[in-house]
């Protein structure tokens, strides 16, 4: 029996070794010079930390890239892109992360967008999803990250929200619980940016119970 767990697969290009990878859910970790050199090593801490064999381990991949550089006045952002099996929606969020890419080269007033806090990692990371993505998968992604940003693609637009946890720093005072929105476990990622009324440039913080 497969055991199937969220491993984000952060890329620092130029940096040696330039793949880290981390769990989502639980605390693995692993490094190399190339994509399939950090998924081995990150399946064989999964294999130790779960106690099973490595064959066991299924691995949801998740490719996180730099699209804005730390600066002395603004953090570093980057942008998660989950690693569909098909190949076209995979595509699609790849073009929504460089999208997001020339909206802050075009515009650095667009980092206000992020105004809401940075992540235990110190930096900004945001998740690409489409329309129909569930909105439990989404919820998953936050982790221990403590804030997670949403952007979802919408009439040649990007709108954004903002996920959060209870230990997020610097949480908001308009913040809104999610279970007080009363969607279901069946909700899109679609039907939560439009009750909350998403906007371009603006997220609002939605907190996990």
Not at 8 to 26: K, N, S
Not at 29 to 46: C, F, H, I, P
Not at 107 to 125: A, H, K, M, Q, R
Request: include cysteine; hydrophobic fraction near 40%.
């Amino acid at each position: 029996m497969s055991i199937a767990q969220n491993i984000v697969f952060r890329h620092y290009r130029g940096d040696d070794p330039c793949w880290e990878a981390y769990g989502i859910a639980l605390a693995a970790y692993g490094s190399g010079g190339s994509l399939s050199e950090a998924k081995q090593d990150v399946r064989e801490a999964l294999a130790a930390l779960l106690d099973v064999n490595e064959a066991c381990v299924e691995i949801n991949e998740f490719h996180e890239h730099c699209i804005y550089k730390e600066t002395d006045s603004s953090p570093a952002v980057w942008v998660r892109t989950f690693h569909d099996h098909d190949p076209q929606r995979m595509l699609k969020r790849r073009e929504i992360r460089d999208r997001v890419e020339r909206l802050l080269d075009e515009n650095p007033g667009y980092l206000s967008t992020f105004d809401n806090g940075i992540s235990v990692t110190g930096d900004v990371v945001a998740t690409v999803a489409l329309e129909d993505d569930m909105l439990m998968d989404i919820l998953e992604q936050v982790g221990d990250l403590g804030r997670l940003f949403v952007c979802m693609p919408v009439d040649g637009a990007v709108i954004w929200q903002c996920i959060t946890t209870k230990d997020a720093e610097d949480r908001s005072d308009d913040e809104v619980p999610i279970a007080s929105l009363n969607l279901g476990a069946a909700a899109t990622i679609a039907e939560f940016m439009q009750l909350t009324e998403a906007k371009q440039e603006r997220a609002t913080d939605y907190v996990l119970a």
